[in-house]
């Protein structure tokens, strides 16, 4: 046992224990939701690094506290691996998480009462694209455009254009959290210079897709901004990433500190350059590729069980299954039976859904976290078969405890990274 984990057991049994529950939760089970993902133990060792203890309010050479030379060394190092592998000029790393990260945008070039064209929530969106219970909704004006009915999920674009000269967005902004179809950048990027509004792609699902390889990158379409988080399909720590064209750096960098923020958290920072790392070596784009591929075979296996897809299918990480439809149960129902089998998933609106969002009709899944324990498309064949036999027999306690045991023993072959072993 390592010393840490030795100490944790002494020092506080009951955190410790609630430590040994997640780990064997994520070894015993398979976790589908398309936000989380495994990291890898360097990034886990330098999250618990001394980096942790040191303040570094500003930036590289800039700060406001000494004893700087290792902070300023790491941070600079993660700023220059983002651009390397996102192929932009200018990296803002310290946002603390995708939220603060898309406000520090907002703040850095809109007015209060400025509109950004956004997608709607519940065709894909997220709640920092301006949904109206959020802050940034409530200061800025969102127009939400939304996907065509019947068309698989994807954007009219000549709808997108008449709105674009009618609300004269300042952002036109793309990039979604429950779509299982790609961004078309070239058409976004047309629609903003239509309209003279600044390009911005909201990648944080697909940003190690991109970074991989497996799907297109928002700047070799002439984007002005595109933010990530680091972890979901990046396999990094929680956090964000601002990328922007230079002449765009000096806003972002004030929006972010001292505009947004306070002290960074060094080693988050730190945690993410590990990642940058991993994500720029040739084995990270075999395991992006894999993502995109047992994707596929999830959506097909299911739909071949009878499952309804809201867009028929996926082209990227993620699908949306309609439960109302297929099962005659709502989101929540079908995540809690999932649950009890051992497979996570989260509960999820569906376009125009007539449901609340506690209780709406869909579920969200996806493959990055599977992927990365070296499952492919044979696995996502059984685990086709473990969720059609939960959903259609929600109600069956002893056939959903023997569908758990299938689980748990399908999981043992799959190591889960950074997870010691029960």
């Known amino acids: 046992m390592?010393?840490?984990?030795?100490?944790?057991?002494?020092?506080?049994?009951?955190?410790?224990?609630?430590?040994?529950?997640?780990?064997?939760?994520?070894q015993s089970g398979v976790e589908l939701i398309p936000s989380e993902n495994y990291?890898?133990?360097a990034v886990l060792a330098t999250l618990g690094s001394v980096f942790t203890n040191k303040y570094s309010e500003g930036y590289?050479?800039?700060?406001?506290?000494?004893?700087?030379?290792?902070?300023?060394?790491?941070?600079n190092l993660a700023r220059e691996r983002a651009c390397s592998l996102f192929r932009c000029e200018h990296a803002n790393v310290q946002p603390l998480s995708g939220s603060p990260m898309n406000q520090a945008v907002y703040l850095a070039f809109l007015e209060p009462g400025d509109t950004v064209l956004a997608m709607d929530l519940s065709h894909g969106g997220h709640l920092t694209h301006g949904d109206p219970v959020s802050h940034m909704g409530r200061l800025f004006n969102f127009v939400r455009y939304k996907t065509r009915p019947g068309e698989a999920g994807r954007v009219d674009f000549d709808e997108l254009m008449k709105l674009a000269r009618l609300s004269k967005p300042r952002i036109v902004l793309c990039g979604t959290?429950?779509?299982?179809?790609?961004?078309d950048y070239a058409a976004y990027r047309r629609v903003a210079e239509e309209v003279g509004a600044l390009a911005m792609a909201d990648v944080s699902h697909v940003g190690g897709l991109i970074a991989g390889g497996a799907l297109e990158n928002p700047f070799d379409h002439g984007f002005d901004v595109v933010t990530t988080t680091t972890h979901k399909s990046l396999r990094?720590?929680?956090?964000?990433?601002?990328?922007?064209?230079?002449?765009?750096?000096?806003?972002?960098?004030?929006?972010?500190?001292?505009?947004?923020?306070?002290?960074?958290?060094?080693?988050?920072?730190?945690?993410?350059?590990?990642?940058?790392?991993?994500a720029a070596e040739p084995g990270f784009r075999e395991y992006a590729a894999q993502v995109i591929s047992n994707a596929a075979e999830l959506a097909t296996s299911l739909i071949d069980a009878g499952a309804a897809?809201?867009?028929g299918g996926t082209d990227n990480h993620l699908i949306v299954l309609d439960c109302v439809l297929a099962y005659g149960m709502d989101g929540r129902?079908?995540?809690?039976?999932?649950?009890?089998?051992?497979?996570?998933?989260?509960?999820?609106?569906?376009?125009?859904?007539?449901n609340p969002p506690l209780r709406p009709s869909g579920i969200r899944l996806g493959t990055p976290a599977a992927t990365a324990r070296g499952m492919k498309e044979d696995s996502m064949r059984e685990l086709a078969g473990f969720m059609t036999a939960a959903l259609e027999r929600p109600m069956q306690p002893r056939e959903l405890a023997r569908l758990a045991e299938a689980v748990a023993a399908f999981c043992a072959a799959f190591p889960t990274p950074g997870v010691p072993r029960m």
Not at 4 to 12: A, C, K, Q, T, W
Not at 63 to 75: A, W
Not at 177 to 183: A, C, F, K, N
Request: proline residues 8%; negative net charge.
């Open 309 to 311: 897809l809201v867009t």
């Open 39 to 41: 990291t890898w133990p």
């Open 2 to 26: 390592d010393d840490y984990r030795r100490e944790l057991m002494e020092g506080d049994p009951e955190v410790f224990e609630l430590l040994r529950g997640e780990e064997r939760r994520q």
């Open 177 to 183: 959290t429950s779509s299982p179809r790609v961004d």
């Open 236 to 278: 990094g720590p929680r956090g964000g990433l601002v990328l922007c064209r230079k002449e765009l750096a000096k806003a972002v960098d004030r929006s972010v500190f001292p505009g947004l923020q306070g002290g960074p958290h060094m080693n988050a920072i730190a945690a993410m350059a590990v990642a940058l790392r991993k």
């Open 333 to 354: 129902a079908a995540e809690e039976t999932l649950d009890a089998i051992g497979i996570t998933v989260n509960k999820q609106v569906i376009p125009d859904d007539p």
């Open 60 to 75: 590289p050479g800039r700060r406001y506290y000494g004893g700087q030379e290792f902070t300023d060394g790491v941070e």
